[in-house]
């Protein structure tokens, strides 16, 4: 009876881990997939992850695993869900195992074993990795099988603007497809579905500096909130340590596996006294100063350049705060140079184009935001909850880092994202075979456009996402205050009201679309960082000291 009503249409928002994971399962199990994305297919945050994924794949190692889940709660800091966190470290074997046979190729030494590196917060090496483009891989095979697969349908430059609802105006009875915004020819696609999976990921742009590709602007979290989900733990928004900070460059994540290797973080005068004290040491014909105690980030923990990314951001803010300088710097001369270039090409690529070398260059960074550890708070199969209930919305799913599951608590570990993207988007897709949808038979009503303007004039709405950005930035960064955070506040709400104004009485594009739910997301992030009333993990108000 079951498989019967199986040959649904389930329609999948994104094209990340999260999104082709969920969609190639669903199809092998015969059901028909559209994944809709809002630029290449490849577009994603996926694609830039580096460092790799965290996960013990000998299932009797039964230390390791305890030891990843002690790692996990520990970056927690007590808010992890610990039922999820076990769940997910246990199924890590399964899921990465099933990402290998997809034809992910992580890297291995010569005897054929997996090579695994270790990231800040890990106390050991548990992360597998293709390079330092582990992300790129991972994107590459998963594109390769769904683009090959029958069942499933790739339309790119379609970006969703809402959800429809079964019934409007009641999210009991949950959603039946989307509009989204053909770019390729400004029309609004009225697509049905039986369900849908919003795996959009994260909300990097709201701020000036990012880790995020532009993708990244919040839209699942917002159109599922209209549509009456309930949001989690918005204020925890991870900043990356070490971005580049190269005037006009973007902030290229160099990622933490450098300082796994041994890559030290220094201000100006730590690196000065090191410098120094290298060259005394080079006369006098002795063994060259490690740079770890030169660090100011043992002032924070004694992992020094190691500890969780919230302490070593917080340290670096705080530095660059008080010295005045831009940036502080990764040092990574007294590494062994042959490794550096082994091990991460990817990185010297980038490098190139500013003439930076790895092992020879101190390299200039300062923290960006990377990851949104809040998100729809979703169940054990990813399925959001309805605001002030209990109840899960019928037929939508959400997964990967559009989600908030518990796993992370107020502070991801390195490398447990995509790790966490691809054990939620499993379940999801198990829940939807174990559970088919109702069909939808009815007509879906088009989008409302009648007597709607075409918005000719694009530049307001860039001097508001530059605002926006600002107002983020300045006001709702590592380091927060009551004073800063309701200032933030009060500039969004009159934003808020700006776009809405325009939302009203113009065609989408998607500029309108993403200022409008950016808009909405650093709503939910301040009133989360406001309504929180101590500081834990990534939040940090030093009203609250
Ligand atoms: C530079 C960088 C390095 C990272 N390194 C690591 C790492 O080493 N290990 C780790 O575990 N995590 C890492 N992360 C985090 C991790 O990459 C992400 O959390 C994870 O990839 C999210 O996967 P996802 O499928 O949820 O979303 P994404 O991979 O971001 O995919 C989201 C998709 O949704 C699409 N989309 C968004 N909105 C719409 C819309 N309205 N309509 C249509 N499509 C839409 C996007 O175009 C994209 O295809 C890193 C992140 C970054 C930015």
Redesign the pocket.
């Known amino acids: 009876m079951g498989k019967s009503l199986a040959m649904t249409r389930i329609a999948i ?9 969920s969609a190639l399962k669903l199809a092998n199990s015969g059901h028909h997939i559209t994944i ?4 290449r ?14 996960g013990i794949l000998d299932k009797t190692n039964r230390k390791g695993k305890e030891a990843h889940i002690r790692d996990t709660l520990e970056s927690g800091d007590g808010l992890c869900n610990k039922a999820i966190v076990r769940e997910v470290i246990e199924r890590a074997a399964d899921c990465i195992n099933e990402l290998v046979s997809i034809g992910v190729n992580f890297e291995r030494g010569n005897d054929g074993e997996f090579k695994l590196a270790k ?1 800040g917060g890990h106390s050991e090496r548990r ?1 597998l ?1 293709a390079k330092d483009a ?2 790129r891989e991972i ?1 590459r095979a998963l594109i390769d099988a769904a683009k090959q697969h029958p069942n499933i349908t790739l339309m790119r430059n ?4 809402d959800l429809i609802q079964r019934e409007h105006g009641d999210t009991s009875k949950g959603v039946c497809g989307i509009w ?1 915004f053909n770019q390729d020819n400004n029309e609004v696609i009225t697509l049905a579905a039986d369900s849908v999976i919003i ?4 909300v ?1 742009q709201l701020w000036a500096k ?4 532009n ?6 979290i917002a ?1 599922a909130y209209r549509c009456g989900a309930s949001v989690k733990d918005m204020a925890f928004i991870q900043f ?1 340590p070490t971005a580049l900070a190269i005037e006009n460059g973007r902030p ?2 160099i ?3 450098l300082r796994g290797e041994g890559g030290v973080i220094l201000d100006q005068g730590g690196l000065n006294r090191w410098e120094k004290d290298c060259e005394q040491a080079l006369t006098k014909s002795l063994e060259l100063p490690k740079p770890d105690n030169y660090s100011f980030t043992i002032e924070f923990s004694k992992l020094g350049s190691m500890a969780t990314r919230d302490i070593v951001a917080r340290a670096i803010d705080q530095n660059l705060k008080e010295t005045g300088q831009k940036s502080v710097y990764l040092v990574t001369s007294h590494l062994n140079k042959e490794m550096l270039r082994n091990s991460f090409p990817n990185m010297q690529q980038h490098l190139n184009r500013y003439g930076l070398t790895l092992g020879a260059d101190h390299l200039p960074i300062s923290p960006a935001a ?2 949104i550890v809040g998100g729809l708070h979703v169940d054990h199969f990813g399925r959001p909850k309805m605001a002030n209930t209990s109840d899960v919305i019928p037929n939508l799913y959400a ?5 908030c599951t518990g796993m992370h608590g107020a502070n ?1 570990l ?8 691809v054990v939620f ?1 499993d379940n999801a897709a198990k829940h939807i075979i174990d559970n088919p949808p109702r069909q939808v038979n009815h007509e879906l009503p088009d989008w409302r456009s009648d007597g709607l303007d075409t918005l000719n004039e694009h530049a307001p709405i860039l001097n508001d996402l530059t605002m926006l950005k600002d107002t983020m930035s300045t006001e709702v960064g590592i380091v927060r205050n009551y004073q800063r955070l309701n200032r933030a506040y009060r500039r969004i709400k009159l934003l808020e009201e700006e776009i809405a104004m325009i939302w009203k009485s113009s065609k989408p594009s998607r500029e309108i ?2 200022l409008r ?1 950016l808009i909405q997301v650093a709503n939910l992030v301040i009133r989360d960082a406001i309504d929180r009333d101590e500081n834990r993990g990534l939040h940090f108000n030093t009203d609250l000291v």
């Open positions: 928002i994104g094209s990340g881990i999260a999104g082709l994971f809709i994305t809002k630029q297919v490849k577009d994603s945050s996926t694609n830039w992850a580096q460092g790799g994924i965290a990231e992360i990795h582990t992300g994107e379609t970006l969703a603007i989204c795996a959009t990921g994260g990097g990012t880790t995020n590709p993708v990244a602007t919040g839209d699942g159109m990356h290229f994540l990622t933490e596996a990377h990851y997964i990967g880092e559009v989600a991801r390195a490398s447990n994202s995509l790790l966490e993207a988007a679309v993403e739910n």
